[in-house]
């Protein structure tokens, strides 16, 4: 007699074919880019990674899972990335795909938490282990020597006010956290049947965290004070003799200030082209206009140094009688934009792209200025950071237990003018405002520039890639210390602990498992009947 088998699924194109698989674990890790700015689609990042996560935990083997998540951190990479094409070209693909290798170990943590019909405490136990292990795929590409940490899902909510709020309790990271966990779980929501109670808490959970933390978080204790900045922005300028321009253009709208009295005025990445030691002529101009306009005026000088062997990025402080002895050489460089990393084995990206045909030096410590205070109040602490720096959450961090009012980021992305890279950038700095309790002022040569409060609220009006001009901001001044400053990067340690515990749980659970007992003999057969030996 025969039985009856059941309906066999007619098998998909994407799941019968390996390359539409791939193309589809490509597209669907390139999704989350959408809520970074430009587009700003911020809320579709609470769903960006759905379609990512349905794909991993479908894959039949746990290989598989891990080249879907390789798959999907190269769209990922090159997504978030994409404005790079114009100078890195095919590099950009190759560094994409190098990078994305952190993905693979994720992919096969999803599958085997979320593969199959997982039990209800499976689900559960990937509501905080995924977002876990995705935090240290951030985490470990943050280094500074992997490209730093530029898109980071948590900084596409730089422009809502819950999540500044957990941002200043446990820094982006934080943030990352929560938006990974609203995704897995509308993942098992959708997928996992047996597992929606906990889907649903859990979603409810995030909900209520992020409520709790908006509403009862301690907010930075507004000093009273008000510090006015003047930003300027000479606009893009090309050509012969463009940094001389440049400079002439920066002196013509600084002395447009005269008479609105800031304290501080502001000038972008690399504004100066020489060595103001090797060129006193362009010291003392600088000199002039802080006489003029009634303020210290904070240049960033791109060149050779007379003291010290190197071409240096160093944001200098330019007061009455010329600098004043403050000086700050940036740390941290950009990988092929300022520096080629392994340049002996890695040179030949120069010629590829457009490359640092030659290494900046780097500075060694991170410095608090102190700008001349007036009658009634003391020198106002400014802690400076120039361009790629406002990315790392720990510089602005420490500059803020240094004890710096005001942060100030000097930046350039002309050479990105007319992609998503400059709102990108600009956008960081609500996030370090917010992290640290401390207003920040995003100064750039030819736009995106925007100053944040200490909540990390704008404060006035951005201006933008087409702007040739100078603006006033009337900055409020916050005191206090934020959670995030005071016990720094919690959210991080947290998520290892979770993965910690799963893998101390996965190893007894395979200690406890009985071990696979000897295999039974063969049977023989006479006339169609098994005979077992020795009967």
């Known amino acids: 007699m025969r039985i009856p088998v059941g309906r066999r699924e007619r098998p998909t194109r994407l799941s019968s074919s390996p390359w539409w698989r791939g193309a589809a674990a490509v597209t669907a890790g390139a999704l989350p880019a959408l809520a970074f700015p430009d587009p700003g689609l911020w809320w579709f990042a609470y769903l960006a990674l759905v379609p990512w996560l349905l794909l991993i935990r479908t894959a039949p083997t746990g290989r598989r899972a891990a080249l879907d998540g390789w798959l999907g951190g190269t769209?990922?990479?090159?997504?978030?990335?994409?404005?790079?094409?114009?100078?890195?070209?095919?590099f950009l693909v190759v560094v994409a795909a190098l990078l994305a290798l952190?993905?693979?170990?994720?992919?096969?943590?999803?599958?085997?938490?979320?593969?199959?019909?997982?039990?209800?405490?499976?689900?559960?136990?990937?509501?905080?282990?995924?977002?876990?292990?995705?935090?240290?795929?951030?985490?470990?590409?943050?280094?500074?020597?992997?490209?730093?940490?530029?898109?980071?899902?948590?900084?596409?909510?730089?422009?809502?006010?819950?999540?500044?709020?957990?941002?200043?309790?446990?820094?982006?990271?934080?943030?990352?956290?929560?938006?990974?966990?609203?995704?897995?779980?509308?993942?098992?929501?959708?997928?996992?049947?047996?597992?929606?109670?906990?889907?649903?808490?859990?979603?409810?959970?995030?909900?209520?965290?992020?409520?709790?933390?908006?509403?009862?978080?301690?907010?930075?204790?507004?000093?009273?004070?008000?510090?006015?900045?003047?930003?300027?922005?000479p606009g893009v300028i090309n050509g012969v003799g463009g940094a001389e321009r440049r400079f002439a253009r920066g002196e013509e709208l600084t002395r447009q200030l005269a008479g609105q009295r800031p304290d501080l005025v502001v000038w972008g990445e690399s504004s100066v082209g020489a060595d103001l030691v090797t060129r006193p002529d362009l010291a003392a101009r600088l000199a002039a206009l802080s006489r003029e306009v009634g303020a210290d005026v904070l240049v960033n000088v791109d060149a050779r140094r007379s003291d010290r062997p190197g071409i240096f990025k160093s944001s200098v402080?330019?007061?009455?009688?010329?600098?004043?002895?403050?000086?700050?050489?940036?740390?941290r460089l950009v990988p092929f934009g300022e520096y080629v990393p392994a340049r002996a084995v890695l040179g030949w990206a120069t010629s590829v792209g457009k490359a640092a045909g030659e290494d900046r030096m780097r500075g060694s410590r991170q410095v608090v200025m102190v700008l001349p205070g007036g009658k009634d109040r003391a020198g106002l602490r400014m802690g400076p950071l120039v361009c790629f720096e406002s990315a790392f959450p720990d510089m602005s961090r420490r500059l803020a237990r240094d004890g710096a009012q005001l942060l100030v980021a000097q930046s350039a992305t002309s050479t990105f003018q007319h992609s998503w890279a400059p709102a990108q950038h600009a956008s960081l700095a609500a996030l370090r405002a917010a992290e640290t309790g401390r207003p920040m002022v995003h100064a750039t040569l030819t736009g995106v520039s925007a100053v944040y409060g200490?909540?990390?609220?704008?404060?006035?009006?951005?201006l933008g890639t087409d702007a040739s001009t100078a603006a006033v901001y009337d900055i409020p001044l916050a005191q206090g210390t934020t959670p995030y400053v005071r016990f720094g990067d919690w959210a991080v340690y947290g998520a290892l602990a979770v993965l910690a515990v799963l893998c101390a749980a996965e190893g007894?659970?395979?200690?406890?498992?009985p071990a696979p007992g000897p295999p039974a003999p063969p049977a023989h057969t006479v006339h169609g009947s098994p005979v077992r030996p020795g009967r």
């Open 75 to 90: 769209g990922f990479m090159i997504a978030v990335h994409h404005w790079l094409l114009p100078n890195l070209h095919v």
């Open 102 to 233: 952190l993905w693979a170990p994720w992919g096969w943590l999803v599958r085997s938490l979320l593969g199959g019909t997982p039990s209800a405490a499976r689900a559960t136990a990937a509501l905080a282990a995924v977002p876990s292990g995705w935090l240290m795929v951030e985490l470990v590409r943050s280094w500074e020597g992997l490209g730093g940490p530029w898109g980071l899902l948590g900084a596409s909510q730089w422009q809502v006010s819950p999540a500044l709020r957990l941002a200043s309790v446990g820094g982006v990271w934080l943030v990352s956290l929560l938006v990974v966990a609203v995704n897995t779980a509308v993942t098992v929501l959708l997928a996992v049947p047996s597992a929606r109670v906990p889907a649903v808490a859990g979603g409810c959970a995030c909900a209520v965290a992020a409520g709790t933390v908006w509403l009862w978080s301690p907010r930075p204790e507004r000093a009273g004070q008000v510090v006015r900045v003047a930003v300027v922005q």
């Open 317 to 331: 402080l330019v007061g009455p009688d010329g600098p004043t002895g403050d000086r700050y050489d940036k740390m």
């Open 454 to 462: 200490p909540e990390g609220e704008r404060v006035g009006g951005r």
């Open 508 to 513: 007894l659970r395979a200690l406890r498992r």
